[in-house]
């Protein structure tokens, strides 16, 4: 965990931690880039130290569902889900190559508790932090749309295990 905001608030402090535990103080945003496991509840309460009830927690992850065990454990606060989608092929049998090409989408997981006005504001403040480090992406009005899409698109043997058994042999 770091807390650095190039140029906002509170920027004035770096701090880095092997464990959200050795938080001191509840932060503005939670980023939570780990892989999506199915853990419930152990990454939201292994966070606790580090988020209060103002703090925005962010979640980039792959697959539907991802927000549900956050929302359980803090009710009150933001939740912005993202989708990250990043180039790459398989020029032949285990090369992969990334390309330059990348785009984060992400929009509000709604809080029906929260204020007209908060999340929004707190999505907002997110945009500028993610522009000022030149990170390329999209606000969606529907981002469990984009959730659904990412994975039909990046895991479709899962959702047809048969899906090469149907095509015909030509």
């Not at 004035?12 to 103080?25: G, I, M, N, Q, Y």
């Not at 569902?65 to 180039?87: H, K, L, Q």
């Not at 990412?150 to 030509?170: A, E, G, H, I, M």
Request: charged letters at 20%.
């Amino acid at each position: 965990m770091s807390h650095k905001t190039n140029g906002f608030s509170g920027a004035d402090k770096l701090a880095v931690f092997k464990s959200p535990s050795e938080a001191t103080t509840p932060y503005s945003y939670v980023v939570c880039a780990h892989k999506a496991l199915k853990l419930d509840n152990v990454i939201p309460d292994a966070l606790s130290p580090a988020i209060g009830p103002d703090t925005t927690i962010v979640i980039i992850q792959n697959g539907v569902g991802n927000e549900d065990p956050f929302r359980a454990r803090y009710p009150d606060n933001t939740i912005i889900s993202c989708v990250t989608w990043v180039g790459a092929t398989q020029s032949s049998p285990g090369v992969i190559q990334h390309m330059k090409s990348e785009n984060t989408e992400l929009g509000l997981f709604p809080n029906v508790s929260a204020s007209p006005e908060t999340e929004p504001a707190n999505l907002d403040t997110f945009t500028q932090l993610l522009r000022s480090g030149g990170t390329p992406f999209t606000v969606e009005e529907d981002i469990q749309t984009k959730r659904w899409e990412k994975v039909v698109v990046s895991r479709p043997s899962q959702l047809c295990p048969s899906q090469t058994t149907l095509l015909p042999n030509y």
